[in-house]
């Protein structure tokens, strides 16, 4: 039987929470997904290449600090630009041209024949690593029921991390017999093969067209698609029940009382960011200097993208089951306390292993989960900017962490004190999120509303 909405006004959000989620629901995640897992991938990639680049240049130890610090300021500076962009111009558009630019600046990284060049690509792939990644996490939020949006959002972030994990298994494989560029030679063609079928089948936000004029019968047939059963008549007009005002979409992150959230929100990134990358870069090191073996080290080092996975599954249903503030601040906490317990295990791998991965659980997990809260956390007009300017300052953590360490290793400070002061930027990002939940307990991006979406409803 097919269900006919006759009102002269449909609310959307309405009508995507009363629906269950659909296959073409999934598609779109799935899709957001495969961006993701190569974003992972191409981010990570001069890691996974960084030992025999080395060895085939006879570069010093070190010397691509730098290549690794450009890259992420790239992905500072893309995460920053594409949100204002997408909020204006769509997120699909932008998805595309992201993807584009960093699969060909990968493929051009094979030419790099001296670190100038090689910096000055890795740097220009991290601009479109860096703008595809909000707009990703924002369409799969506003293809989600309320209901479920953590969820999906944060199952869709694994993505990443399989990204990330899957170019270290190729580069283990395939480095030694093809040399260092065929990561990039990868990394760079699948972009470019998947980039069609995001053309064809990714769609534009439902919600965010929802807040522009002209758009019904595109909103019609995404409608159609998400439950055949929806029919409309043609003089149907679908709204969005969200605030849009017009101006520069960076300012309205501090209107409307959400100012003070919004800096919470970015000290949160930018601390857990500054403990997660200090970690990727400096556990091998850190637990090889506490007697263990170079393997054992990168295999338990490992442990942490796979606690992350774990955590972010099961964090992903109590951030929908209950105040997603109280859950994160929480994890964090208990961050802070495993980071101080891995400084304290010495060299006994039987306690560092379980630790690693409930480091991994709680920091992997506790910034995915970040990831949908800050989706959650704006309302359509400015939700890839809010998620966009997050990650970026975010990732100016991620490029202090990293330094930082350094700094402690080569100032021979202990094992114990340097994982003590870890905890801290934790328990900060715990005191954030906490304090975020006490000012605005509400999250615009959840609709308090259960309203019928077939009744006639104004903006």
Known sequence: MVERAQPSRVNVLALLNDQPISRYQFLVAALCAAVVFMDGFDAQAIGYVAPTLSREWHLRP???????????????????????VADRLGRKPVILFCTLFFGVCT????????????????????????????????????????????SMVMVMFIGFSLGSALGGALAAQLVPAYGWTIVFWVGGIVPLVLLPILAMSLPESIRLLALREGQNERIATLLARISPRLRFEPQVQFVATEEHP????????????????????????????????????WLPTVIHNAGI?????????????????????????????????????????????????????????ALIIPLVFATGFCVVGAQIGANALAALYY???????????????????????????????????????????????????AAAVFAMGQLRPDLPGRQSTSA????????
């Open 62 to 84: 070190g010397a691509l600090g730098p290549v690794f610090g450009i890259g992420l300021l790239g992905l500072t500076i893309g995460a920053l630009v594409s949100g204002p």
């Open 107 to 150: 493929l051009l990284t094979v030419t790099a024949d001296s670190l100038t060049g090689l910096m000055a690509w890795r740097f220009l792939t991290g601009l479109g690593l860096g703008g595809a990644m909000p707009n990703a996490i924002a369409l799969t939020s506003e293809y989600s029921p309320d209901r479920s949006r953590a």
């Open 246 to 281: 017009e101006g520069f979409t960076v300012r309205h992150l501090f209107s409307e009382g959400r100012g003070l959230g919004t800096v919470l929100l970015w000290i949160m990134f930018f601390m857990n960011l500054l403990d997660l990358y200090f970690l990727a870069n």
């Open 293 to 349: 073996s170079e393997r054992l080290a990168v295999i338990t080092t490992a442990l942490l993208q796979v606690g992350g996975v774990v955590g972010t599954l099961i964090l992903a249903r109590l951030l929908d089951r209950f105040l997603p503030y109280r859950i994160l601040a929480i994890t964090y906490f208990f961050a802070a306390v495993f980071l101080t317990a891995i400084g304290s295990a010495g060299s006994s791998i």
């Open 379 to 429: 309302p359509t007009f400015i939700r890839s900017t809010g998620v966009g300017w997050a990650l970026g300052i975010g990732r100016i953590g991620s490029i202090v962490g990293p330094v930082v360490g350094g700094i402690l290793l080569a100032q021979q400070w202990s094992i114990p004190r340097i994982f003590l002061l870890g905890a801290l930027p934790a328990l900060i990002a």
């Open 452 to 459: 019928s979406p077939s009744m006639s409803m104004g903006h």
